[in-house]
């Protein structure tokens, strides 16, 4: 028979290996004292479950925030990671600060040597295009360990709509004012030509009227950028869409080669049907104008990591030029002597409508490829 100093000592051991499945009995004359240990017993059973469900209810808090989170040593060693930077970096496993060198060393880098309170901004390339990470590092204890939290946000995305979203405002206001600017000249010089009986005042007239009424047409165009209604999303296969999309195209540019191929084949997307139709449509007449005679156009549809479906519509046409390439979102803005610069902003917006991304994510001689990740 064990002594009260034993038992004890072993309700010690037994709590510090987690086992609470014991019981000392309730019969005898050490009744009294076995009821107590059963009773602190109890009480450490109930308050480990009490953290054991704290600690639960913060992973589920951590795996749904927006941002990924890091908390490591300064080995690198990772203590803990939220399911945010798993999907982030593509990750299964993620137990050192090295193995986000795929990405690049200077990521390495960065989170290995920001300090407490410090925030770093960093850009860096992937198979996306050019990607803009937030760095935020705080410390923390952990079990006796002084450690660094670090928080990782994806913010090229948040600038790139908040971009698109300027654009469209500014846009609107521009074709607002335009517009009511160029109605009253039109409304008049077809008054004037009315009652004019002068060839000459005429002519001039008939120009006047005529530039206005391009102008008119010019902008109408634009209100299309600012008007994209809200996507209607519905399951379709996006394979059979894009193969329609390239027989029209093949059509108006019948020496151009195009080729379609998905992985897998019946790849399915939940978005605005008629939407991305046009977001496609875009891309692979872009990519059609780009090349000579006999050129190439490509659309490769998959899935990444993240369960998007990425369309990447290349060509290989020549690179574009790296001043023409920073705008290439801006409405407005085209070099193309018959454009009218919406068709990548309008793309790009549509992405953004269906929570997605449209990157330049290769521009070389060769291939200059545009990828659409919904």
């Known amino acids: ?26 019969e005898g004359r050490n009744s009294g004292i076995n009821a107590t240990l059963n009773r602190v017993r109890d009480i450490l059973h109930e308050e480990e479950e009490k953290i054991r469900a704290r600690e ?7 795996d749904n925030l927006p941002i990924g989170i890091i908390v490591m040593d300064s080995e690198g060693r990772v203590f803990q990671k939220n399911s945010t930077l798993m999907k982030m970096f593509g990750l299964e496993v993620f137990t050192h600060i090295n193995q986000l060198g795929f990405r690049g060393e200077e990521l390495v880098s960065e989170l290995m040597d920001i300090k407490p309170g410090e925030t770093q901004d960093i850009k860096l390339s992937s198979e996306r295009g050019a990607v803009h990470y937030s760095l935020s590092a705080s410390e923390v ?19 790139d709509a908040r971009e698109t979203d300027s654009q469209v405002k500014l846009t609107r206001v521009l074709t607002h004012e335009i517009m009511n600017s160029l109605a009253p000249i039109t409304s008049l010089s077809n ?40 996507p209607v999303n519905e399951a379709f296969a996006i394979k059979p869409v894009t193969e329609g999309i390239i027989d029209l195209m093949q059509e108006s540019f019948p020496a151009v080669h195009f080729g379609i191929s998905a992985n897998p084949e019946d790849v399915m997307i939940y978005a605005d049907k008629s939407l991305i139709t046009m977001a496609v449509t875009n ?8 090349v000579a005679e006999g050129g190439n156009v490509e659309v490769d549809i998959s899935i990444d990591k993240e369960e998007r479906v990425i369309v990447a519509v290349s060509d290989d046409g020549p690179a574009i030029p790296e001043d023409v390439a920073q705008d290439i979102y801006t409405p407005f803005y085209t070099t193309k002597s018959n454009g009218n610069g919406i068709g990548l902003s309008i793309t790009r917006q549509i992405a953004h409508l269906h929570k997605g991304t449209l990157q330049l994510t290769s521009n070389i001689d060769g291939k200059v490829e545009f990828t659409m990740g919904i």
């Open 191 to 230: 008054t004037l030509q009315s009652i004019n009986s002068d060839p000459q005042v005429a002519s001039g007239l008939e120009t006047i009227q005529s530039t206005a009424s391009g102008l008119i047409d010019f902008v109408d165009s634009y209100r299309k950028f600012t008007n994209l209604r809200k």
């Open 141 to 159: 204890g952990y079990d006796g360990k002084r450690l660094k939290s670090v928080t990782v946000s994806d913010i090229g995305s948040a600038l």
């Open 1 to 26: 028979m064990m002594t009260s100093k034993q038992k004890l000592q072993f309700l010690l051991d037994a709590i510090q290996s987690g086992d609470f499945n014991f019981q000392f009995s309730m």
């Open 56 to 62: 639960q209810y913060y992973a589920v808090i951590l």
């Open 283 to 290: 891309l692979v007449k872009n990519a059609a104008e780009a």
